[in-house]
């Protein structure tokens, strides 16, 4: 038997994700056949060719024309008909005000395209911050044009923004999977499917980790689930937080998958391709969720621990570099499993996970160094919640007594055994910056979030990653329910500290469905809260003290100036674009990147 495993959109598409490169290398070190295949990157390569941003311009300009939306099945006009006006009244706004404005700068982009995503993936263009800013840009504005004769869904590089006029509700997101005037991704789908043939594969199974992969992810599952005799397997992280919801669904077993797998993959994933091949029964999978012969939804025992020093290195032989969008490779790689803190009350980041459980130094410099050679990159992302100080300063050790050349980043959590000599042995073995969790400057927001560091220390140790030559990225977490404007601009005060925040990553608060802090909501000002849908991983809620659409406000607001203040800065501020920052550290150092002052000016928001 063989087996497919398959990334979808939307995630941001410079490097390769290490899912299913993973449970590919699990599969094959078990004897089975197995292939990758990237969906994601494969459709931002293929909605940004010259040609589609050109046609998706003469599909708006027709929709102007006959500005109106009926279902395409006719049974959905009773229950959507209403709402498909709504849209088609928001799409005429949105592509009114767009043709409006300066319709040359759109026949501008359609012409400047190709060239903006030659610059992204050529290595001379790409070092050049003036060139690397400007197609940016343009690849945004091409993106817009893209969105335009499915807006107000919208498409980015960084985000999938769904129909606001449908909600996360299982039909609403059903509805979407089958309708194509409200998809963009059904009408690429069918025609990318038509073009494949999927007939050797007896599994299929697909990664979704994020709210903005699930239109797409499902759409696409729904229709491998009608044009292939394959078995289909939804996983990842997204999947687990809303399995609960899905497990109550029977129509997501009937049209959508045929399994769930709930939680790390590493062992169902093998388990699931046995009992496929005849060795095993489908009651001893573990940590799977099927429905019987009697349409009753089951769900197995959760896997084992794993013995991570024996999980088998990740496999990206098929992957085509080049079609990424960054001119080098980022490779991931996963030193342990979960978080060795695992108490902050807003966080939903290890949900899935095993309990905290870390490689050993030897095995994950081994998986590096394999990697590094085998793939031609010194470039490597540790995609791990956090990485205790102790670990991380033996791996350096380790990494310099080999004297590998890589260079790396990743989470940390702010701790005081981040010593100077610490940060050092991480520098010099090719750290070149970490993504601290800073959140908020008040130590009563801090308690609340129960961060669990030394919030006196948190500065110095910047200070001393700052002086070994490391870059400080450091997330925020604004506007927490109970926050005072007081507490607010205090936390301002430090993202605007350039030489201690490097570059600012901010958060609006949300209310994770499987956060901690769901049971103490009193704790935090919130007053009660309700489901956003089953397919959403946040909840809705009220406060005491302010408003769900008041914290979105502020933060919108105080980033916005943010990004006018910085606009001439390289990386100033950044939810994605952490490949990017390391290959330009790694290649320029941390001054020029600090230093430099952009000529170009950014396309800054309205």
């Known amino acids: 038997?063989?087996?497919?495993?398959a990334s979808v959109p939307q995630w941001y598409p410079v490097s390769p994700y290490l899912a299913c490169a993973l449970l590919r290398g699990q599969a094959e070190a078990a004897g089975f056949q197995a292939d990758t295949y990237d969906f994601n990157v494969e459709f931002f390569n293929d909605i940004l060719d010259a040609a589609n941003v050109r046609d998706s311009l003469a599909r708006a300009r027709q929709f102007l024309n006959a500005p109106s939306l009926a279902c395409a099945d006719p049974a959905d006009e009773a229950k959507y008909g209403a709402k498909m006006a709504q849209i088609a009244a928001v799409r005429q706004e949105i592509v009114s005000g767009f043709f409006g404005g300066d319709a040359g700068a759109a026949e501008e982009t359609v012409a400047e395209v190709a060239e903006a995503v030659r610059v992204i993936k050529t290595r001379e263009s790409f070092y050049d911050p003036e060139q690397l800013y400007r197609a940016k840009d343009v690849i945004d504005a091409a993106l817009d044009i893209v969105s335009l004769p499915f807006t107000p869904a919208r498409i980015r590089m960084d985000n999938y923004i769904a129909n606001p006029v449908l909600t996360y509700d299982f039909p609403d997101v059903d509805f979407q999977c089958r309708e194509p005037g409200v998809n963009m991704f059904l009408p690429y789908f069918e025609k990318k499917l038509a073009a494949m043939d999927l007939s050797s594969y007896t599994l299929i199974g697909l990664?979704?980790?994020?709210?903005?992969?699930?239109?797409?992810?499902?759409?696409?599952?729904?229709l491998l689930k009608r044009r292939t005799n394959a078995?289909?397997?939804?996983?990842?992280?997204?999947?687990?937080?809303v399995a609960p919801d899905l497990k109550k669904i029977p129509a997501v077993f009937r049209d959508y998958c045929d399994y769930l797998l709930v939680g790390d993959g590493e062992v169902t994933s093998v388990q699931l391709a046995q009992y496929l091949a005849g060795q095993r029964e489908i009651g001893d999978v573990r940590a799977l969720v099927y429905a019987d012969e009697n349409g009753n939804i089951l769900e197995n025992e959760p896997a084992p621990l794993l013995q991570l020093?024996?999980?088998?290195?990740?496999?990206?032989?098929s992957y085509d570099f080049s079609r990424y969008f960054s001119a080098d490779t980022v490779l991931p790689v996963q030193l342990g499993k979960g978080c060795y803190w695992g108490k902050c009350t807003f966080c939903d980041f290890y949900t899935g996970q095993q309990k905290f459980d870390m490689k050993s130094v030897v095995r994950a410099v081994d998986e590096v160094e394999f990697l590094s050679q085998r793939y031609s990159t010194p470039y490597f992302t540790f995609v791990d919640e956090a990485v205790p100080p102790a670990f991380y300063n033996a791996f350096a050790k380790e990494v310099l007594r080999r004297g590998l050349k890589i260079y790396f980043y990743s989470f940390a959590r702010l701790e005081k055994a981040f010593t100077p000599e610490v940060l050092s042995n991480l520098y010099a073995a090719g750290a070149r910056f970490f993504m601290w969790g800073y959140e908020a400057a008040s130590e009563r927001v801090m308690g609340l979030m129960n961060k669990g560091i030394d919030l006196s220390r948190r500065k110095q140790i910047l200070t001393d990653a700052a002086n070994a030559g490391l870059w400080n990225l450091c997330t925020f977490l604004l506007c927490y329910p109970s926050e005072t404007p007081e507490e607010l601009q205090a936390t301002i005060d430090v993202i605007y500290d350039h030489e201690l925040v490097n570059t600012c990553t901010p958060s609006n608060f949300a209310l994770?469905?499987?956060?901690?802090?769901?049971?103490?909501?009193?704790?935090?000002?919130?007053t009660d809260f309700q489901a956003n849908g089953e397919l959403h991983i946040s909840y809705k809620y009220h406060s005491s003290v302010t408003t769900m659409e008041e914290i979105k406000r502020k933060r919108n607001a105080f980033e916005r100036q943010?990004?006018?203040?910085t606009a001439d800065r390289l990386w100033a501020h950044t939810f994605t674009e952490s490949d990017f920052l390391l290959l330009y550290l790694a290649k320029y150092g941390r001054d020029y990147v600090k230093n430099y002052r952009l000529k170009y000016k950014k396309k800054l928001p309205g």
């Open 207 to 222: 990664s979704i980790t994020d709210l903005s992969q699930i239109v797409p992810g499902l759409t696409l599952a729904r």
């Open 231 to 241: 078995k289909i397997c939804l996983g990842g992280n997204y999947i687990y937080k």
């Open 1 to 5: 038997m063989k087996i497919l495993y």
């Open 512 to 526: 994770k469905k499987n956060a901690i802090l769901k049971d103490h909501a009193e704790d935090a000002s919130i």
């Open 309 to 317: 020093d024996r999980v088998a290195y990740p496999n990206f032989d």
């Open 562 to 565: 943010y990004l006018i203040d």
